[in-house]
């Protein structure tokens, strides 16, 4: 049974950094896509950051290019999201999901397995 677990959400002032893991179990880790979405209210959930356990090659949003990082540690079976630099509006519950394709599509239609989200909160 394919199994996401997010973690390292929170409340952080404007320009703070946090780092979201996502630990992985029930598939063989190492041939997906693993992809970061987020949610805010009342708003549609988008994609962030894309990952291929594959290869590494890694995929970003243009409103976080150049703050967010995306990483994984196969032997962990974990992704992460190293995110600094945050602003308000990155205020969302953030999802981590698997592509079971690892085509590094950014739309959430193509990912088949999600998990609950964390939340994360970035105001003064």
């Known amino acids: 049974q394919v199994q996401l677990v997010e973690s390292g959400g929170g409340l952080v002032q404007p320009g703070g950094s946090l780092r979201l893991s996502c630990a992985a179990s029930g598939f063989t880790f190492d041939h997906y896509a693993i992809g970061w979405f987020r949610q805010a209210p009342g708003k549609e959930r988008e994609g962030v950051s894309c990952?291929?356990?594959?290869?590494?090659?890694?995929s970003y949003t243009h409103s976080v290019k150049g703050r967010f990082t995306i990483s994984r540690d196969n032997n962990k079976n974990t992704v992460y999201l190293q995110m600094n630099g945050l602003k308000p509006e990155d205020t969302a519950v953030y999802y981590c999901?698997?592509?079971?394709?690892?085509?590094?599509?950014?739309?959430?239609?193509?990912?088949?397995?999600w998990g609950q989200g964390t939340q994360v909160t970035v105001s003064s």
């Open positions: 999901a698997v592509d079971s394709a690892d085509t590094m599509s950014m739309y959430r239609g193509q990912y088949d397995y």
């Open positions: 990952i291929s356990t594959t290869d590494g090659r890694t």
